[in-house]
């Protein structure tokens, strides 16, 4: 648990924050919203979008990692990821995939109700990860 989070820091949250009241989770009415900084800086943020057939609802951690990927980003250093719930909210297993595998072993920055901040790297989140590396082991 950090207790002196830098402003940096601070301002991501704010920023995924901002995202999370523009949530389309018109079904669970569980509203996230993420925020994900690259190391020159600039910041992307979304929120979850939830559609009728409900497999097809997309993470806010994974449109916001897409919307920079598509922007041309390609090296980040940290996601700050926020809910509505009591607890700290953590990526979904899909999400620590498709972050590791596209952002690397980045900064996870969850809050939680009560405004407290928890960080861990991502590699602790998804311990041996499934890469590219191991995809093309054995190739040459
Ligand atoms: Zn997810």
């Known amino acids: 648990m950090s207790k002196a989070i830098t402003q940096s820091v601070s301002e991501l949250i704010a920023s995924a924050n901002e995202a999370k009241e523009k949530s389309e989770a018109k079904f669970s009415h569980f509203r996230v919203g993420a925020a994900i900084k690259t190391e020159a800086g600039d910041v992307y943020s979304a929120f979850n979008i939830e559609s009728s057939s409900y497999g097809l609802s997309m993470c806010a951690e994974r449109i916001a990692l897409w919307t920079a990927i598509t922007a041309g980003e390609s090296k980040f250093k940290r996601i700050a990821i926020v809910s509505d719930a009591k607890d700290f909210c953590t990526p979904c ?48």
């Open 93 to 140: 297993g899909a999400c620590r995939q498709v972050l590791y595998e596209l952002a690397g072993d980045i900064e996870v920055y969850m809050t939680n109700m009560k405004g407290e901040v928890k960080k861990q790297k991502l590699s602790s989140l998804i311990p041996e990860a499934f890469t590219s590396k191991t995809l093309l082991n054995g190739r040459d």
